[in-house]
């Protein structure tokens, strides 16, 4: 097994294991679920009430730069749109001569399935990528991206994100399940 192998099965399992399995039956009601009062997520075009929002689409993320203190808690939407675009997909399109993929021009996914076909589609490209890294590639910085560390800094660094906001997802199932101190709801 090359070392860029291993790298990518640290992911690959928690992705197989834990992350992917727990999105199974996500449904639109979770996916937009909003546990607090403003809450950022993704929303119709023209009804955000963040300082901004980014997207190309009829759907769009709520976003500020800079960011407020402290930051808003975010939906399950919110969360894989940041997945997909910011963690995967510009590293995507960076450094394994993807698309570019850009938060002000993504087409955000308006449904909980749409979304997770986004994910698996940018997973599965960044898994691949990841792959195909020769030694060479992993200790020098990337050709592109604005990145100026190692290669392999940045594949872990993607790895500890994914982990990070997959849990953060997880987290909020387990919340939508028990609200109200309810019987949980299957999934």
Not at 50 to 77: C, K, L, N
Request: overall charge negative; aromatic content about 12%.
């Amino acid at each position: 097994m090359t070392r860029s192998e291993r790298i990518a099965d640290q992911l690959d399992w928690y992705w197989r294991k834990n992350l992917r399995p727990g999105l199974d039956g996500l449904t639109d009601e979770e996916y937009f679920w909003e546990p607090v009062r403003g809450c950022w997520s993704i929303r119709p075009r023209g009804t955000s009430a963040a300082p901004m929002s980014e997207g190309s689409g009829e759907w769009t993320m709520d976003f500020a730069s800079p960011g407020p203190v402290p930051a808003p808690v975010t939906t399950i939407a919110w969360r894989l749109a940041h997945i997909i675009v910011s963690c995967l997909g510009y590293r995507v399109g960076w450094y394994f001569d993807g698309q570019d993929i850009e938060s002000e021009t993504f087409a955000y996914a308006g449904t909980a399935d749409e979304a997770l076909k986004q994910l698996d589609e940018m997973y599965g490209r960044w898994n691949t990528g990841v792959r195909e890294l020769s030694d060479a590639d992993l200790e020098n910085p990337p050709k592109t991206g604005p990145e100026p560390f190692p290669m392999e800094n940045r594949v872990l660094h993607v790895n500890r994100e994914l982990i990070h906001h997959g849990a953060e997802i997880s987290l909020l199932r387990d919340l939508y399940r028990w609200q109200d101190g309810a019987v949980p709801r299957p999934i």
